[in-house]
């Protein structure tokens, strides 16, 4: 198949085409398992996808807007801010690790790691935490392609808000503020060890944690990943803020019928939802929009998300 370009225009990709042409991909990284119905509960550890139906737990409140909470906790503590990279999920490449790829808690780095700087994906999850299987897929294939990548765990806040939505906007604010800020001590960890390349970052994020890759505005990433946001003032946030450099490479990558940010949703707080960044993104001149058909809310591992994210790598991280 003919290469991405990422530095000429907002591009669609939207056929099944590109499905069976980008099944088979270099590197040798293992099939990726069937994503998650966003309407079923996560098997992780963590609450399920906090966009999904589910069921009333104990010690949960309704929202007036028909989901609900459970926790209050809305902003990190010192407790939380270590154990926020301690428990984060991180991937090794095998130039580091002189074997097999590392797949672990960031407590468990090997300390025996090759005298070498990597490339980085600091990766924000979504709201069904880092322990989601896809996540740890993911980032295993990533780290074939000679990228390192951290997933900082934001349920290392005890008592953090979870919810069931439709929630109100100012709630989902408060988490969004919250993932926000766990960018900043992910970049403070990696600017610490001596594999980090911090001059060959990159961001990404999935659902809630895209929004937080839209929003920030600091420095310290080459380029930005988001997968499965829409970039709108829909139900999800009071305005989308996104704060994306016009310079600044971005690939989006979401389907055409996503079940919370698509006219799929009866609830997505838009009479006409365009469902993917494309407008917001169109004078970026090294945006590309990756429109996957009929694909499901968690989506990067599949083969046309996959192609695009290496061709991204490729380009913006030179591995």
Not at 183 to 212: C, K, V
Not at 217 to 241: I, K
Request: aromatic share 8%; hydrophobic share 40%.
């Amino acid at each position: 198949m003919k290469k991405i370009s990422y530095a000429t225009q907002v591009l669609l990709i939207a056929t099944a085409v590109l499905l069976s042409a980008c099944a088979s991909l270099p590197g040798g990284a293992p099939a990726p398992s069937p994503a998650p119905s966003p309407t079923s509960p996560s098997t992780s550890s963590t609450p399920p996808l906090a966009n999904s139906p589910a069921p009333t737990s104990p010690g949960a409140s309704a929202n007036a807007a028909g989901g609900e909470t459970k926790g209050t906790a809305t902003r990190h503590t010192p407790v939380s801010q270590v154990g926020l990279i301690t428990q984060a999920a991180i991937a090794l490449p095998a130039s580091l690790t002189g074997g097999n790829v590392f797949y672990g808690r960031w407590a468990s780095i090997p300390t025996n790691l090759r005298t070498a700087k990597v490339p980085v994906v600091v990766f924000m999850h979504g709201s069904s935490g880092v322990n989601l299987k896809a996540i740890e897929e993911w980032q295993r294939w990533l780290a074939t392609l000679g990228v390192a990548s951290v997933a900082p765990d934001s349920f290392a806040l005890a008592d953090r808000l979870v919810y069931k939505s439709p929630i109100d906007k100012a709630t989902y604010e408060k988490i969004h503020a919250l993932r926000n800020s766990e960018i900043g001590f992910a970049l403070e960890a990696l600017r610490n060890t001596p594999w980090a390349d911090n001059s060959r970052m990159a961001l990404a994020g999935t659902s809630e944690g895209a929004i937080s890759v839209a929003r920030y505005t600091g420095p310290g990433f080459l380029g930005r990943m988001m997968y499965a946001w829409s970039c709108e003032d829909n139900y999800y946030v009071t305005r989308h803020q996104t704060a994306i450099p016009m310079t600044q490479p971005v690939l989006n990558v979401v389907s055409s019928t996503d079940p919370f940010f698509s006219a799929s949703n009866p609830w997505v707080g838009l009479s006409n939802p365009v469902g993917h960044c494309g407008p917001v993104l169109a004078q970026h001149k090294n945006a590309s929009v990756v429109l996957i058909p009929g694909a499901p809310h968690t989506l990067f591992n599949l083969a046309p998300a996959r192609h695009a994210t290496q061709g991204f790598v490729k380009d913006v991280l030179k591995p």
